[in-house]
């Protein structure tokens, strides 16, 4: 009776075929994973600030929006990959100015605290707290002196190494977030020449 099985060839061939399949598949599936990312941390920053802008309106007060490391305060930076803050405040506060405070006196109120995003950055164009107004606007800051554009955000994956801010790349694109005066926000891809700071 013949014995069956494979040959020594025949196991060397498969072995080759899937060192050449997982080769190519293997950075493929990287770049999905990182461009997946880009997308969720996109998301989830601009449904922050929809919500800001919706929760305004529905209060009738200021509800603003920072950067935050420790989701307790914010950190007064434009680096949002370490976490945000959402919270609502009395509109008697100066607008876009007060940053959070917990303490019962200043009548602040802490509705959404997001975490630290993994191997992404998100960057705002600058350090001032995002404050919607009752009718949804943003409220203007005088060191804000771009009208089309208020207020905005990008967001690129971190690709090599921890190296920050992330890259814009053809295979991975980073994201832009832009927040207009009315306070609507509109998310598209950056071009390939864009970079990952404002």
């Known amino acids: 009776m013949k014995?069956?099985?494979?040959?020594?060839?025949?196991?060397?061939v498969v072995i080759v075929?899937?060192?050449v399949l997982a080769a190519i598949a293997i950075p493929q599936f990287r770049t999905m994973i990182q461009k997946h990312r880009v997308r969720s941390a996109t998301d989830n920053l601009q449904a922050s600030l929809d919500y800001a802008r919706a929760e305004a309106v529905l209060r009738a007060t200021y509800v603003s929006v920072c950067a935050s490391a420790d989701n307790a305060t914010c950190s007064g930076t434009k680096t949002y990959e370490t976490g945000?803050?959402?919270?609502a405040h009395p509109v008697?506060?100066?607008?876009?100015?007060?940053t959070y405070d917990a303490t019962a006196s200043k009548g602040m109120q802490l509705l959404?605290?997001?975490?630290?995003?993994t191997l992404v950055s998100a960057r705002a164009l600058d350090t001032n707290v995002i404050t919607y107004g009752q009718q949804g606007q943003l409220e203007p800051l005088a060191s804000r002196t771009n009208a089309s554009q208020p207020m905005s955000f990008v967001v690129c994956a971190v690709t090599t190494g921890t190296a920050l801010p992330g890259q814009n790349?053809?295979?991975v694109p980073g994201s832009l977030i832009g927040i207009s005066a009315?306070?609507?926000?509109?998310?598209?891809?950056l071009n390939t020449t864009d970079a990952c700071t404002l």
């Open 182 to 189: 009315f306070g609507a926000s509109v998310g598209t891809k």
């Open 169 to 171: 790349t053809t295979n």
């Open 84 to 87: 945000w803050l959402v919270y």
């Open 112 to 117: 959404r605290a997001s975490g630290p995003l």
């Open 17 to 19: 075929i899937t060192a």
């Open 3 to 12: 014995a069956r099985g494979f040959t020594l060839l025949e196991l060397l």
């Open 92 to 98: 008697a506060t100066t607008a876009s100015t007060d």
